[in-house]
Each structure stands twice: as structure tokens, then as C-alpha cells.
């Protein structure tokens, strides 16, 4: 399988950009660097191996799978023949 594309929602992107602030004031800059830097790292094996992660659920279009891109970080994705779609990321430690 080729390299997918990767597209990110704008709830996911708010939810990482918002979470990762909270993180560097609560835990430090580097938890919240090493948070960021494997969920790179998820997404790039994610986007040449997207079966890697467990499915998740499903809708009538789509079936969405998740994987623990860190310890306290879920991405919640699904994808097509060229396209990576990051539907959601979860926390454990949250501020919302």
C-alpha cells in the first residue's frame, strides 16, 4: 500500500493543540514534546500500515479503528484507498 495522505478533523486538531498546552503547564515541556512526538511517529506507521490499529466502531459509511499513540493519547481514525482521516483523539488525562 502506498503512503496515504493524511487529513486531520478540526476537533482533533483543537483537541491535540489544546491538550498538549495543558500538558506542558501540568506536566512539563518535555511530556508534552514526547506526547507529540509519538503521535507523529503513530501517524506515520499508520499512514503505510492503516490496519495496524483495533477497530473501534462503525457507521453505515465507515469503520473507524483506534490506537494508543502514547499512553494517555487515542487516535481515533479511519481511512480509504488514499487518505488518512484522524476522526478524533482521546485522553485519559483531559480538560474538557
Same mark, same amino acid.
Given at each position: 500500500?502506498?503512503? #496515504?495522505?493524511?487529513?486531520?478533523?478540526?476537533? %482533533? #486538531?483543537?483537541r491535540l493543540n489544546?491538550?498538549? %498546552?495543558w500538558y506542558r503547564e501540568n506536566c512539563g515541556s518535555?511530556?508534552?514534546?514526547t506526547m507529540l512526538e509519538n503521535f507523529?511517529?503513530?501517524l506515520e506507521i499508520l499512514r503505510t500500515m492503516p490496519t495496524t490499529g483495533k477497530?473501534?466502531?462503525a457507521t453505515d459509511k465507515h469503520q473507524y479503528y483506534a490506537i494508543?499513540?502514547?499512553k494517555k493519547c487515542m487516535v481515533i481514525y479511519r481511512y480509504?484507498?488514499?487518505t488518512l482521516f484522524v476522526a478524533d483523539i482521546l485522553f485519559t488525562d483531559t480538560i474538557f
Amino acid at each position: 500500500m502506498e503512503c #496515504l495522505r493524511i487529513s486531520i478533523s478540526k476537533k %482533533a #486538531l483543537y483537541r491535540l493543540n489544546a491538550q498538549s %498546552a495543558w500538558y506542558r503547564e501540568n506536566c512539563g515541556s518535555t511530556f508534552a514534546k514526547t506526547m507529540l512526538e509519538n503521535f507523529e511517529k503513530t501517524l506515520e506507521i499508520l499512514r503505510t500500515m492503516p490496519t495496524t490499529g483495533k477497530k473501534h466502531h462503525a457507521t453505515d459509511k465507515h469503520q473507524y479503528y483506534a490506537i494508543m499513540a502514547h499512553k494517555k493519547c487515542m487516535v481515533i481514525y479511519r481511512y480509504s484507498q488514499t487518505t488518512l482521516f484522524v476522526a478524533d483523539i482521546l485522553f485519559t488525562d483531559t480538560i474538557f
